[in-house]
């Protein structure tokens, strides 16, 4: 079935540093790819998406790529600030258009 | 509202009783949907209402929860005789139901505990 895999974390940066958070997926078909991000004490908002192979998708300085040949979406970042902190989430919305399937999340802890 | 919401925010509760989460989508949004956030754990997808079409009930975990849409809009989801392990985060998700692009909008969830 289909399901997302990303890397755990926490993953904690300096800032300015550079961030990958790894997401790959298995699914039937071409899924939809999304990132979410869940900052503290608030609900899971979209951060970027992507609909098609080679398609980018990309908000606040964040990118993810679709990657067919790999089935990966990378979440990258240049430089990461300290108000990035947060869960992230990778998804998929797969051949049976009701579901969507999340990953388990990484938190990312950016200190100043 | 301008987004989602769900209530109550935090709910606890007996081991054994009944609990009602409600949602309330965002105005126009056809589809909606209920997952389920344990600690440390992704989202698990519970339940899809589209429209007035039968909901997609393949994620309830067992046959103690159920939800219902009224009037196409607010949402409750039901669970019976809770049991400890149920305690997790609940969340509500609504989306516009017009395509396989479209943007899922969450609510801020109910924290759930049961003891």
């Known amino acids: 079935g289909d399901s997302v895999t990303q890397m755990e974390g926490p993953v904690t940066l300096s800032e300015e540093a550079f961030l990958t958070i790894n997401c790959t997926y298995t699914a039937t078909g071409y899924p939809s790819l999304f990132w979410y991000v869940q900052y503290p004490g608030e609900g899971l908002q979209l951060l970027l998406k992507?609909?098609?192979?080679?398609d980018k998708g990309s908000n606040k300085g964040f990118e993810a790529t679709y990657r067919k040949e790999t089935t990966s979406f990378h979440l990258e970042k240049g430089s990461v600030q300290v108000s990035d902190s947060a869960v992230y989430f990778c998804a998929l919305r797969g051949y049976n258009f009701n579901k969507f399937y999340f990953g388990s999340g990484t938190k990312l802890n950016v200190k100043p | 509202g301008a987004g989602v919401s769900q209530s109550p925010s935090n709910k606890v509760t007996e081991k054994g009783k009944d609990v009602e989460l409600r949602c309330d989508p965002i105005s126009g949004h056809t589809a909606l949907y209920w997952y389920r956030q344990s600690l440390g754990q992704g989202l698990e997808f519970l339940i899809y209402?589209?429209?007035?079409?039968?909901?997609?009930k393949s994620g309830l975990p067992s046959d103690r929860f159920s939800a219902e849409r009224t009037g196409g809009s607010v949402s409750t989801l039901t669970i019976q005789r809770t049991q400890q392990e149920d305690s997790a985060v609940y969340l509500c998700?609504?989306?516009?139901?017009?395509?396989?692009?479209?943007?899922?909008?969450f609510g801020p969830g109910t924290r759930l505990l049961v003891l």
């Open positions: 998700a609504s989306s516009s139901g017009q395509g396989f692009q479209e943007t899922q909008y």
């Open positions: 209402f589209q429209g007035n079409s039968a909901p997609d």
């Open positions: 992507a609909t098609k192979a080679d």
